[in-house]
């Protein structure tokens, strides 16, 4: 089946740094969604992104749409402890699918 | 609007029972999609309904089974709980006019003894 990787598995930051992720795939997707999730909770969506190219902010958050269609990435910048958390990656296929990343685990080093 | 919720929150069940949960998808949302989550495992998909339909399934075995309701509400249940079943269970809703964004509810975490 059609797999996304995502990486890296988990980082581990000092605040104010700036965070980098990215998932990508052999396959093309038609839409890519961000979400974070926090301990115990459900995901939370974050950016979603439905053209190639397509470059979008949502607060410190920046994400792009691959030209290729087959990867995605998140910037965090200026990183504070309330990012926390874990970050999905997933992109919608042809046949309206999601198809989901493993996770990003975002750590803060006290 | 209220966002998704799910019931119950938390539930312990013994290996060999049976259990249902519910979720309520976000108003005039008629798309419900069910993940189960273990810890390093991300979200593995259950299955989706639409319109009391089911449109999709993942890979899981037959002891796991939904439906959904005229009024969208979805339940789900597990027959014969194995040890493997502790998860927390996720429910997504999505409108049915198009986007793939899902929008989740909070889980519901089964622990199977």
């Known amino acids: 089946g059609q797999q996304l990787n995502q990486s890296p598995q988990s980082m581990f930051i000092q605040e104010g740094e700036d965070v980098s992720m990215n998932c990508t795939s052999s396959?093309?997707?038609?839409?890519w969604l961000w979400y974070k999730q926090e301990p115990g909770e459900g995901p939370v969506l974050l950016i979603a992104l439905y053209k190639a190219g397509e470059l979008t902010s949502n607060g410190r958050l920046t994400a792009q749409f691959g030209i290729t269609r087959k990867d995605s990435f998140l910037n965090i910048s200026a990183s504070i402890p309330s990012d926390v958390g874990i970050y999905f990656c997933a992109g919608e296929d042809s046949n309206y699918q999601l198809i989901w990343g493993a996770g990003t685990k975002l750590i803060i080093k006290p | 609007k209220a966002g998704v919720t799910q019931t119950p929150r938390y539930l312990i069940k013994t290996r060999g029972q049976q259990v249902t949960l519910s979720c309520s998808p976000i108003?005039?949302?008629?798309?419900v999609s069910w993940y189960q989550q273990t810890p390093g495992q991300g979200l593995q998909f259950l299955f989706e309904?639409?319109?009391?339909?089911?449109?999709n399934k993942g890979n899981f075995p037959g002891r796991f089974s939904g439906r959904q309701f005229s009024n969208s509400r979805s339940e789900m249940n597990v027959s014969t709980l194995e040890l493997g079943d502790s998860a927390l269970y996720l429910c997504?809703?999505?409108?049915?006019?198009?986007?793939?964004?899902?929008?989740f509810g909070p889980g519901t975490r089964l622990t199977v003894t």
């Open positions: 309904y639409f319109s009391e339909t089911q449109r």
């Open positions: 997504a809703s999505k409108r049915a006019s198009g986007g793939a964004e899902q929008y």
């Open positions: 396959s093309i997707f038609n839409t």
């Open positions: 108003s005039g949302h008629r798309s």
